[in-house]
C-alpha cells in the first residue's frame, strides 16, 4: 500500500531521518515528530495510516502515547510499531501487551521494518 501515510516518532534526528528518507523512497508518505508530545498533536491533527514510536523519549515515552491512542476509538485503531534499543524479551512483551501491533529492535534492517510495515496496513483493510 504504497502512498500510505507512516508517522515516525523518534527523538534521534538521525536515526528519523534514515527511516523517514528510507520509507519515502518506498513510495510513503512520512510525517515526523521528535517526541512524544508533538506525535500525539500530530496524530490529532491529521491521524497516519500507521505509526512507527521509540519506545524512550522526552516529553512522553512510546508506552504513555499508545496508552493514550487507546482511550480514542478511532484513534486506537492506527497500527502501531514501537522500534527500540530494548531487547529484552520483557521490554518486547510490555510493548506489545499495551497493544502495540509490532516491536522492532534496533538497529532494524530496512526489510524488516517493511515487512512489519505491509503486514500492520494489510491487517488493517
Avoid at 538521525?14 to 500525539?40: P, Q, R
Avoid at 502501531?80 to 529484552?88: L, T
Avoid at 534496533?106 to 500492520?120: N, Q, T, W
Wanted: aromatic share 6%; net charge neutral; with cysteine.
Amino acid at each position: 500500500m504504497t502512498g500510505a501515510r507512516i508517522l515516525i516518532i523518534e527523538d534521534d534526528t538521525c536515526i528519523l531521518d534514515n527511516i523517514a528518507e528510507l520509507l519515502e523512497l518506498e513510495g510513503y508518505v512520512v510525517f515526523t515528530a521528535s517526541d512524544g508530545k508533538i506525535g500525539m498533536e500530530k496524530i490529532f491533527r491529521s491521524p497516519p495510516d500507521l505509526i512507527i514510536c521509540d519506545l524512550l523519549m522526552p516529553k512522553m515515552d512510546g508506552l504513555t502515547l499508545l496508552q493514550k491512542l487507546g482511550k480514542h476509538p478511532k484513534l486506537k485503531k492506527i497500527p502501531f510499531i514501537f522500534s527500540s534499543a530494548k531487547s529484552e524479551k520483557v521490554d518486547i512483551k510490555r510493548g506489545l501487551d499495551s497493544g502495540a501491533d509490532d516491536y522492532l529492535v534496533k538497529p532494524f534492517d530496512l526489510k524488516d521494518l517493511l515487512r512489519a510495515i505491509e503486514k500492520c496496513l494489510a491487517k488493517q483493510k
